[in-house]
């Protein structure tokens, strides 16, 4: 029971299933049925067969619903078609007609169409001019403007033509840029910038070269118009100060120039010159660099490249260009200080080249800058220092070196008046001024020396009236006393002091040139002065003077003549002060003024002199001396003096005569003169008592007779006797005898054998032979011993010769002894 109704539930199941798959299948597409289909083969077993059972059942089912729809229409069916057989007839016979019709119709349009046709042609030609025409007026402009892009281009007018460029770019080519031309046209446009930029570079590259070429006389015409400015302003100056004093200026050779109504002339010798050249310049155009240089490249090509949107670029290539340039122009030629032209140009393309560089700098907006020029002149500055300190240090001729100064101080002040600083140009003339000073001295210890040189030493002889003033219009020599004589009369000194003396002034005019135009104050400048004549006395003329005592031919004459002129010298430099004074207008008692050192100069070569003649003389003493032929063997004296020595004593005679010439108008120089006499007298004699005691005890000589001591006697009287003439007056009493004291001692010991007084009082202050060395009179006494010896063999029999032998013999011991206890003593 239980089985029966499980199974009937489950074919219930299974018929509920079927139609659930057949309403699918129904109701689904037929690519889609796999599935479902598949899940009926996938249930029970046999459960295909009872679904196609229920297939073929829902199949008969669907037929007979087919059949019965089929019945129910089937007459209305039947009805229309023969409705439509009824409507075929009339179909034909519309057909015939409406073919009868369309051909009539085609008939009568064809002439219509072909009309028709034509007018569609006309009107499509129109239409096409029309836009011709418009497209043409659109071209033309671009073609004009392409036309007239090439005429400028062709009449190089470059920057019109970028602008040109720049309006077809952006206003007319877009216009029509879907022409072919026009494509053509705007990829030729930047060809032809590049070719514009190309040009004007090179145009730029020209002009460089150009500048380079014309710099030179640039600057020499801004150099002459900044020298007629600083003239004119010199000659304003002058003549706003009225008819008072004005500080002179001197020409190198010493000359004062001419003055008119106390008014000096600017530059001395050369102002004819100046004014000359002065005068042909104001008939002349005066020119600038512009007038000189066309300045249109260097504009264009900035223009061009600033609308080109590269300024930048072109500005760094022009600058890099130009200090290029810069260094060439400072690079100065190999030989450039042999002339003065070298130098000249020189300057003159510097000054061309910073010219240049002003114009450009304020004529154009950014392409140079303060700061780049600053650094440029900057690095151009330092560059000319060193050339300028190297070239004139090679430099020995001083007037090359002043005119070398006037170009540095006009090329200063060309370029200050353009705002380049120029202070370190002034400082290199001051180091340049200290070498000029230096080619100064050079060049007067040369004059010195040719001065000395022809001078002949001797007082200068006067004439007449007309040349005593010649003489002291040339130096200021006063003597009341000579000035009472009647001529021909002599002026103490030589013809070199007042040769020396104007070239002490000519040589204050050449340093004074150098210091003009400096801008420094006359304090200043006295000061120059001062120093630089300090250095012409102390070194310059004090050497040549040291150089002239110590010649070989110089003789006494001489050396007397150079103390007076020595003297006169000295007297003169109170009156160069004055000199200097004048020029300047600065007083000599203002705190920092410098002294002249000429009193020291003068004294000290006066003093070299003294004593080159204390040294000539003990000179021609010794050759004097060197004559003596003493037979020191002789038995007895001749009776007279030596030749030699009388021919020396008449030469101090002679000698000491010349002495009267030295100046003694004053008391100072009396007393001067008198102690120059009297100590080379004074000199002579000690070196000539020195002399002769040295030959006497010469270790040469061995033996000396009795009678070569007389000998030697008569001559040291001779020389007593000269000494107590008084050769030179002034001398006290036996003050000059003195010289021969040691002498005569020793010799009057020996002529009288006083060997017992000497004994007894030696050492006592009041000894009559306090004067006599033990040693030397044992020297002496032992070399007359051993002539004692040789010549009197014999005399051992005699008892008087032996007692004297004895007696040498004992002094001998006695004296040895005392110079034995001298030297244990000291």
Same mark, same amino acid.
């Given at each position: 029971m239980i089985t029966s109704n499980m199974a009937d539930n489950e074919s219930v199941e299974c018929i509920t299933e079927h139609e659930r798959i057949l309403q699918e299948i129904e109701s689904t597409d037929t690519a889609c049925v796999g599935p479902t289909l598949r899940s009926v083969y996938d249930d029970q077993p046999n459960a295909h067969k009872r679904f196609m059972e229920k297939l073929e059942v829902r199949i008969r089912n669907h037929d007979r619903e087919i059949e019965k729809m089929c019945n129910f229409h089937h007459q209305g069916f039947v009805d229309a078609i023969t409705e439509l057989l009824k409507v075929r007839a009339d179909a034909e016979k519309l057909m015939g007609?409406? !073919?009868?019709? *369309? #051909?009539?119709?085609q008939d009568a349009g064809r002439e219509v169409t072909a009309q028709t046709e034509e007018v569609i042609r006309?009107?499509?030609?129109? $239409? *096409?001019?029309t836009t011709t025409v418009e497209r043409l007026q659109l071209c033309i402009p671009v073609l004009e403007m392409y036309s007239k892009l090439k005429e400028q281009l062709e009449s190089k007018r470059y920057y019109a033509a970028l602008k040109t460029m720049e309006q077809l770019e952006k206003v007319y080519i877009p216009r029509v840029s879907r022409y072919r031309f026009c494509q053509i046209m705007a990829e030729n446009l930047p060809k032809l910038r590049e070719d514009i930029k190309d040009i004007s570079m090179s145009d730029l590259k020209d002009f460089l070269e150009s500048i380079r070429k014309h710099s030179d006389k640039i600057g020499e015409t801004a150099m002459k118009q900044a020298q007629q =400015?600083? &003239?004119? *302003?010199?000659?304003?100056?002058?003549?706003?100060?009225?008819?008072?004093? !004005?500080?002179?200026v001197y020409s190198l050779n010493g000359r004062t120039p001419t003055q008119h109504n106390g008014l000096a002339a600017e530059e001395?010798?050369?102002?004819? %010159?100046?004014?000359?050249?002065?005068e042909d310049q104001s008939e002349e155009e005066v020119l600038t660099a512009q007038d000189l240089v066309d300045f249109s490249p260097v504009y264009r090509c900035l223009h061009i490249y600033t609308v080109l949107g590269d300024r930048e670029t072109f500005e760094n290539y022009y600058r890099k260009q130009r200090k290029k340039q810069a260094r060439l122009v400072l690079q100065p030629q190999s030989n450039m200080? %042999?002339?003065?032209?070298?130098?000249? $140009?020189?300057? *003159?393309?510097?000054?061309?080249?910073?010219?240049?560089?002003? =114009?450009?700098?304020?004529? &154009?907006?950014?392409?140079?800058? $303060?700061?780049?020029?600053?650094?440029?002149?900057?690095?151009?500055?330092?560059?000319?220092?060193a050339v300028l300190r190297t070239h004139s240090s090679y430099c020995s001729d001083p007037d090359l070196v002043l005119q070398l100064k006037n170009l540095i101080v006009i090329f200063a002040d060309t370029l200050q008046g353009y705002g380049y600083p120029v202070n $370190?140009?002034? +400082?290199?003339?001051?180091?340049? #001024?200290?070498?000029?000073?230096?080619?100064?001295?050079k060049k007067w210890a040369l004059v010195f020396r040719e001065i000395f040189e022809l001078d002949n030493y001797s007082p200068i002889p006067v004439e007449t009236e007309e040349e005593y003033k010649s003489v002291i219009s040339r130096f200021p020599f006063h003597d009341a006393e000579i000035e009472k004589q009647d001529f021909p009369k002599k002026l103490p000194m030589s013809q070199s002091v007042p040769q020396i003396y104007v070239q002490v002034k000519e040589f204050i005019y050449a340093s004074l040139k150098f210091s003009e135009s400096l801008h420094r104050s006359w304090t200043e400048i006295d000061d120059m002065l001062r120093k630089s004549t300090n250095l012409l006395l102390t070194r310059t003329l004090s050497g040549c003077l040291q150089n002239l005592i110590k010649k070989p031919h110089i003789g006494l004459t001489e050396l007397v003549q150079i103390i007076i002129n020595t003297t006169h010298l000295e007297q003169a430099c109170k009156y160069l002060e004055d000199f200097i004074t004048n020029i300047t207008n600065v007083s000599p008692e203002t705190v920092h003024t410098t002294r002249l050192y000429g009193l020291s100069t003068f004294k000290d070569a006066r003093h070299a002199a003294e004593g080159e003649i204390y040294t000539k003389l003990n000179q021609k003493i010794d050759e004097f001396i060197q004559l003596a032929d003493y037979d020191w063997g002789m038995p007895e004296s001749d009776g007279q003096a030596s030749g030699y020595l009388m021919d020396l004593i008449n030469f101090l005679r002679s000698t000491f005569q010349v002495f009267t010439h030295l100046p003694n108008n004053c008391n100072d120089h009396a007393a001067m003169s008198g102690k120059v006499a009297q100590t080379a007298c004074m000199s002579a004699c000690k070196h000539l008592s020195t002399s002769l005691m040295q030959m006497l005890l010469d270790s040469e000589l061995k033996q000396i007779s009795m009678g070569a001591v007389q000998q030697f006697n008569l001559d040291v009287i001779q020389c007593e006797l000269f000494a107590s003439s008084e050769p030179v007056p002034g001398f006290q009493g036996d003050t000059l005898q003195l010289a021969f004291i040691d002498l005569r001692q020793l010799l009057d010991l020996f002529m009288v054998w006083d060997w017992s007084t000497y004994l007894? +009082?030696?050492?006592?202050? !009041?000894?009559?032979y306090l004067r006599v060395n033990p040693s030397t009179a044992l020297a002496l006494l032992e070399k007359m011993k051993d002539t004692s010896k040789k010549n009197n063999i014999f005399s051992q029999f005699r008892k008087n010769d032996r007692d004297k032998q004895k007696l040498i013999e004992t002094v001998v011991k006695q004296l040895r002894s005392l110079v034995n206890g001298m030297s244990q003593h000291s």
């Open positions: 007609q409406v !073919t009868d019709t *369309n #051909r009539r119709l006309c009107r499509i030609q129109q $239409r *096409n001019m =400015h600083r &003239t004119f *302003n010199s000659v304003v100056q002058k003549h706003d100060s009225g008819m008072g004093y !004005t500080k002179p001395g010798v050369d102002q004819p %010159e100046e004014e000359g050249v002065e200080q %042999e002339t003065v032209e070298g130098y000249r $140009r020189y300057f *003159n393309q510097i000054v061309g080249f910073f010219l240049v560089e002003d =114009h450009v700098l304020h004529s &154009t907006q950014g392409l140079l800058t $303060r700061a780049f020029t600053d650094e440029l002149w900057n690095m151009a500055l330092s560059k000319i220092t $370190r140009l002034f +400082d290199l003339l001051f180091e340049i #001024r200290d070498q000029y000073n230096e080619t100064l001295l007894a +009082d030696y050492g006592q202050p !009041t000894s009559k």
